[in-house]
């Protein structure tokens, strides 16, 4: 099978490739094409896989080759004969996120990347692209599936799904990984469990979890040692936990803890996006001087990335360092990989993933995109019954729909009047006023949103 990446000469692309590597089942990707517009990073994300598979090989006592790897510049030829396709992509790069942090914060609001301010800047700037790609997917392989990790997730997926059906699913770590953590501190096996978790991309809770046919969340939740042994529960703290009865996504302690949030953001010499930027300008500049390097370039700027994660939410915890079994147990490339593995090979599999509700959460119309437990079989990705979310879950995430919905709007259109919608109904942005000034700060300065200036 092939599989083709779109941000092929992204960071993380090693990621995906070696949770390939460790595939030894039958009808498993033997072909993976890296398709991007950067020829260095390419070059130099090829150098690291290219030595990934020799390390592989080096221990491997099977004779299974490893997946073969072809770069290219051309989205057409990439997209040709693709069975699955893993999209990816940063519209405007690093550079771009760097203006979408400073311009909220200069502003006096968060400008995290995929949360406020900065997510709607990146949505507006991705979006157009992101259906350009689903376009040519539907021309060129219309019979692959396309797995959209591409950030605002939940938004480009359902701003995908025009063209492209069911056949596109979002996927992310974040869900997983909460319920993966709170099983573990219960003593329950993590694959034998289901996780009661619904809402949005970036903005979800656990509700519940149920092993052997009992909720364990209220063992959890009475216990102040287990809550705070995982990352969830020493970001929020016991007594908050307890007081909302569930466990949110990491990314909502932007919303329940936004003055301190910002305040620490505000408070730091670089936002995170400039220490990416730093960080992996240096790492594609060494490689390019050393390619026989490139893996273990690779590893050690990868280690410092992973261990500064939410390092500003985690800092006004008082949460300590990440744990290193978290960073370890494997991400979004392993949801990617079960995710293929299921359709691929007709083999159920249940995974937290971004599609389309159908009459799944009452609050929310039938194509709205969620985040929440699917079955997985050849046939796709279908949406199980949670329980409904509550009134203040509900609320939450209907506002931000509706910023996802006008921010869409927005970005097909070219409409000011839905950009504006979007920054001002954002519920951490409290003010029209403000919400203008971002609309326009951000089209002066990021080229693709320059058809929003104010006439």
């Known amino acids: 099978m092939r599989l083709t990446i779109l941000g092929g000469g992204g960071f993380r692309v ?12 039958p009808g498993r990707i033997t072909d993976v094409v890296l398709y991007d517009s950067d020829r ?7 150098a690291v896989l290219r030595q990934q598979a020799a390390a592989a090989a080096s221990t491997d006592t099977d004779s299974l080759p490893p997946p073969a790897v072809t770069e290219t510049t051309d989205l057409d030829e990439a997209l040709r004969g693709a069975d699955f396709i893993f999209s990816a992509i940063r519209v405007g790069g690093l550079e771009g996120r760097t203006v979408d942090e400073r311009v909220a914060l200069s502003l006096g609001v968060l400008g995290q990347e995929t949360v406020g301010a900065g997510g709607i800047a990146y949505g507006l700037r991705t979006l157009p692209v992101a259906v350009q790609i689903a376009q040519r997917i539907a021309a060129i392989a219309p019979d692959a599936w ?19 059906g069911d056949r596109v699913i979002g996927i992310c770590d974040s869900p997983s990984g909460l319920g993966r953590r709170a099983a573990l501190a219960l003593g329950v096996d993590p694959s034998t469990a289901f996780y009661d978790y619904a809402g949005l991309n970036h903005l979800g809770w656990l509700r519940g979890l149920r092993s052997g046919g009992v909720d364990r969340l209220p063992d959890l939740l009475e216990s102040a040692d287990a809550l705070t042994s995982f990352e969830e529960g020493r970001l929020f703290g016991a007594d908050w936990l307890r007081s909302i009865g569930s466990i949110p996504n990491e990314y909502l302690h932007y919303y329940y803890f936004a003055r301190e949030t910002l305040a620490a953001v505000q408070a730091v010499r670089q936002t995170r996006g400039t220490f990416l930027l730093e960080q992996q300008s240096a790492f594609y500049a060494e490689t390019g001087q050393h390619p026989e390097q490139a893996l273990e370039l690779w590893q050690k700027t990868r280690a410092e990335r992973e261990s500064t994660y939410m390092v500003e939410s985690r800092e006004v915890a008082d949460a300590g360092e ?12 392993q949801v990617a990989l079960s995710l293929m593995r299921a359709i691929a090979h007709n083999e159920r599999a249940s995974l937290i993933l971004n599609v389309r509700n159908r009459g799944v959460l009452h609050h929310l119309d039938d194509d709205a995109v969620i985040e929440i437990p699917c079955t997985v ?20 995430v209907c506002s931000v729909k509706a910023v996802e919905r006008s921010t869409i709007e927005a970005a097909a259109s070219g409409s000011r009047n839905a950009a504006l919608r979007a920054f001002a109904w954002h519920p951490l942005i409290d003010s029209v006023t403000v919400a203008g000034k971002l609309l326009d700060t951000y089209a002066s300065e990021l080229p693709g949103l320059a058809r929003f200036v104010s006439a």
């Open 40 to 46: 260095t990073r390419l070059a130099a994300i090829g």
């Open 322 to 333: 990440r744990d290193e079994r978290d960073m370890a147990a494997g991400g979004y490339e």
């Open 146 to 164: 396309t797995i959209n990790f591409t950030n605002p997730a939940g938004m480009v997926t359902e701003a995908m799904i025009p063209f492209l």
């Open 14 to 25: 090693p990621l995906v490739y070696h949770a390939l590597l460790g595939d030894r089942g």
């Open 377 to 396: 079989d050849a046939n796709g990705a279908l949406p199980v019954t949670v329980s409904q979310l509550t009134d203040h879950q509900a609320g939450l």
